[in-house]
């Protein structure tokens, strides 16, 4: 068996560079359980009497249809189901009365978000009333609870995987602060009591129960009467989870948006302090750039995806190996042979992902040393209990005594020094704006710092900006600049365009969609006076005061050239049309004729009108093709 020496310290394993390529996060289960009962269908907002009345089920239809159309592109291996409970009609495995799961044909109940059921549930509010249908499910007099009900179904639905690896989720979406407000008496106290038990129950099984609440125009959605004991909130959390009636539908349907969408982790790291204390920590991407989604080959007949496999096949026998039990070096002109347990101890740098160093002023770290987008750190007490109060104590004492910590991370092959920054935590009056944990800044290798400055020590001929100049400068970016910018309130229109098109392909859509780009100049900004009279005296004070008059003469003076030779032009044509030049040529005449009115023909044809005579004629009657 043959192996390349070159490629004996190859990683097979080996993964893209974190810091520009995330390891995709373990994949998402979603139910959406939606309130499908009258008082859902009423005005969602106080709308003025030339406005369209807006309703909640129609917000939420739309809030899971824009979910279902990021999932499928960014988190594919998603899998989603959607439950309305408080109906008429009842379609689902248990056979519970007042829940219906709804999909699309060949699909199942649990999946992945298709086109197909992307295009049907867009679609379901014209059909909703007749074919399934809403009711008041839990109303005085009868045992039946639908809520309890759909819990029970979104269980069951989620029953498949397990939690270690995938992240299993059921999403309320209601209106209806108080499901239980119809009935009195022991009744009531029952119904609630066998709920949250059976919400408790779900969360024992490892599900998340999260609530999106709707606020009525009328009242504000209270989370104490009920839904507070299902999900498990206490305290200041309460306040915290509704949004006020008095805010728009456009901002309700943006903050439910951003419930829907959870930040997940990127991986489990191994936190070495010393070489007895070791602690968990999860780590989350921030901002990344975004690119079009990598290629799929498909098989040409099946349209199925195509599985990569690799083999290995011995020189000598033809036999099909299963892996490589050794491999060489040449050294010496000698065969080292090394097995994989022996190169995989040779190559491993640290017996941790991350291990901490030691620490380093806060002023020692450079703004040019975060060359790449961060990482953020937080401490989990899922593996190793106690984390958290480690992590806690590390965090508080770095930026008390101005502190950054120097780290080793990466795999054996990729080793590299990262930057551990102390973020502390930021509160407003609607909540917490920036949570508490770490920021792992990539520092750079040494051939990634550049020194321009060593470059340009000789160049003292430069121009130099005057103060005048520089002040003016100033004052037109102080004009122009943006207010609160972040780089997030701006897509990408390149990727908008690709994506609209692959989703008008997806849903058999007509027309493409119309992208606005974004990063186009603000036209109506730049034409304010205020920013106009500072452009024009930044122009002023570099270029001068007669810049536009000189830029205005020199076009004049272009323009009148051009004026002039287009009437030379007119005029030799005129005179050469006098003449019949094809009979002069054949009859040989051209030579009896001056060069002036030689030169009439050259000047019609936009020939040259330089040489001698004889130079003259032989270039008419090469253009004539005699």
């Known amino acids: 068996m043959d192996l390349d020496p070159e490629g004996i310290f190859r990683d097979d394993s080996d993964e893209d560079d974190d810091n520009l390529h995330e390891r995709e996060a373990n994949k998402e289960m979603v139910v959406y359980l939606i309130d499908a009962s009258p008082k859902m269908f009423t005005p969602a907002n106080a709308a003025k009497p030339d406005e369209m009345q807006e309703t909640h089920f129609h917000t939420i239809v739309n809030c899971i249809t824009q979910s279902l159309k990021t999932q499928i592109i960014g988190r594919s291996r998603d899998e989603v189901a959607i439950c309305f409970f408080n109906t008429k009609e009842k379609k689902n495995l248990q056979e519970l009365a007042g829940v219906y799961v709804y999909n699309a044909t060949e699909r199942e109940q649990l999946d992945r978000p298709d086109a197909r059921l992307i295009k049907e ?10 074919t399934i249908g809403s009711r008041y499910g839990i ?11 759909a819990l029970w179904v979104a269980q069951a639905l989620l029953r498949k995987g397990s939690v270690k690896t995938v992240s299993k989720r059921i999403l309320i979406f209601t209106n209806e602060d108080d499901p239980f407000g119809g009935i ?22 490892g599900l998340s129960i999260e609530l999106l609440p709707l ?7 209270n989370m104490s009467l009920f839904y507070a004991d299902l999900i498990g909130l206490e305290g200041d959390e309460v306040l915290q989870y509704v949004p006020s009636a008095g805010e728009k539908l456009e901002d309700m349907t943006d903050q439910l948006r951003k419930r829907m969408m ?17 602690i968990e920590v999860n780590t989350y991407a921030l901002i990344r750039p975004t690119a079009p989604g990598t290629i799929t080959w498909l098989d040409s007949i099946s349209n199925l995806p195509l599985k990569t496999e690799r083999s290995f096949i011995c020189n000598d026998t033809g ?9 060489f070096q040449l050294y010496n002109d000698k065969v080292v042979k090394f097995s994989v347990r022996e190169l995989s101890d040779v190559k491993r740098v640290s017996s941790h992902h991350l291990r901490l160093l030691g620490f380093k002023p806060l002023d020692c770290l450079k703004d040019y040393h975060n060359l790449s987008p961060s990482t953020f750190i937080y401490p989990s007490d899922e593996q190793i209990f106690g984390s958290t109060r480690v992590f806690v104590a590390l965090h508080s004492s770095m930026p008390r005594l101005g502190r950054f910590a120097l780290a080793f991370y990466g795999t054996p092959t990729r080793p590299r020094l990262v930057a551990l920054v102390a973020q502390e935590e930021v509160i407003s009056s609607s909540g917490q704006d920036e949570p508490p944990g770490t920021h792992m800044i990539y520092l750079p290798y040494s051939d990634d710092v550049r020194y321009p ?10 121009p130099r900006a005057t103060d005048e100049q520089m002040k003016k400068a100033s004052n037109l970016l102080r004009r122009i600049d943006l207010k ?33 780009d974004e990063t186009l100049p603000d036209e109506e900004g730049l034409a304010r006076p205020g920013v106009v009279k500072a452009i024009e005296e930044f122009k002023a004070a570099v270029f001068g005061e007669n810049y536009d008059q000189e830029e205005a003469e020199a076009a004049a003076a272009k323009g009148g050239a051009s004026k002039k030779r287009k009437a030379i032009a007119d005029a030799a044509s005129q005179k050469s049309a006098a003449y019949d030049w094809a009979d002069l040529a054949d009859n040989g005449k051209l030579k009896d004729m001056t060069v002036m009115g030689l030169k009439t023909y050259l000047t019609a044809h936009g020939l040259p009108v330089s040489g001698k005579k004889d130079a003259i004629i032989s270039r008419i009657l090469t253009h004539l093709g005699k």
């Open 121 to 130: 549930f867009s679609c379901v509010e014209d059909s909703f009333m007749n």
């Open 139 to 149: 109303t005085s007099g009868s045992r039946e609870n639908t809520l309890y009900n």
């Open 184 to 205: 009195t008496g022991a009744a009531k106290t029952d119904m609630i009591r066998t709920t949250i038990q059976r919400a408790k129950d779900a969360q024992d099984l």
């Open 215 to 221: 606020s009525r125009p009328d009242e504000d959605f």
């Open 262 to 278: 959870k930040k997940r982790k990127v991986k489990t790291l191994s936190f070495a302090i010393t070489n007895d204390v070791c």
């Open 319 to 327: 036999a099909l190996l299963q892996a490589p039990q050794e491999r």
């Open 453 to 462: 400055e060593e470059v340009h020590l000789t160049s003292g001929d430069a």
């Open 484 to 516: 609160h910018f972040s780089v997030s309130h701006f897509a990408n229109p390149g990727l908008q365009k690709h994506y609209g098109i692959l989703e008008a392909l997806a849903l058999g859509e007509d027309e493409m969609p119309d992208m606005k």
